[in-house]
């Protein structure tokens, strides 16, 4: 099946460590996001590639960096994780930008927690 | 660690009972409103959408009703079973944008 994975589920990082969450997707879809989910509250955005371009959110931090390879992978790199930044990392998919296009096929999330 | 988040409403249910939840928004310019589905521990699951041109939509036990006079969305979901319970988001973007703006969520508890 066409779907969005993430890897790992779980991320347990040190503060200040540098990490890097993973999201690959089947679906060929041109465009990829990242989204900061904290607990019981809604998504927020962080960046999206359309294609090859890469978009920053103007609130996300200088620490969030992407990467995208290919089509088909995406990373999100945080540079020095503060307690700040534990959260639901989202990554997800949609086949064009704008409008009945933007039907977003999200991944199950990596969980990141920093000690 | 973690901060703490906001406390969601919460809309308990019985068990073969209808839901409606119900979202309000701000944007004049919103072109395209989705509600999905949130699991604990999963990703946002996609269960209906609607265009401005439209004031319902109807899928399998699901409804979606828009309201552009008042700017209000709502999810109807028919039947309730126990495996509807989770976080419901409505999101909303206008034509000529991509990022999607999520309300805050709304939690479905379904009692037997």
């Known amino acids: 099946d066409a779907m969005v994975i993430q890897n790992p589920r779980y991320q347990v990082t040190q503060f200040g460590k540098p990490v890097t969450l993973s999201c690959s997707q089947t679906?060929?879809?041109?465009?990829m996001y990242w989204y900061q989910q904290k607990s019981s509250q809604a998504p927020k955005l962080l960046f999206h590639y359309y294609d090859k371009d890469f978009n920053n959110e103007a609130d996300t931090p200088d620490n969030f960096q992407s990467r995208r390879p290919n089509t088909s992978f995406c990373f999100l790199d945080i540079r020095s994780p503060g307690l700040g930044d534990a959260a639901m990392y989202l990554c997800?998919?949609?086949?064009?930008?704008?409008?009945?296009?933007?039907?977003?096929?999200f991944g199950p999330g990596t969980r990141l927690t920093v000690l | 660690g973690e901060s703490v988040g906001l406390h969601l409403p919460t809309l308990s249910v019985q068990e073969g009972d209808n839901s409606i939840i119900n979202c309000a928004y701000s944007n004049s310019a919103s072109d395209y409103f989705i509600w999905y589905k949130q699991e604990s521990g999963k990703g946002p699951q996609f269960i209906i959408d609607i265009r401005s041109n439209m004031d319902k939509r109807q899928g399998q036990r699901v409804t979606v009703l828009l309201n552009k006079t008042v700017k209000h969305l709502s999810l109807q979901i028919a039947a309730t079973q126990p495996g509807d319970s989770a976080v419901y988001f409505c999101a909303e973007t206008p034509f000529s944008g991509y990022a999607l703006n999520f309300g805050k969520g709304t939690s479905l508890l379904v009692t037997p």
């Open positions: 679906l060929n879809h041109n465009v």
């Open positions: 997800a998919t949609s086949r064009e930008l704008a409008g009945g296009y933007n039907e977003q096929f």
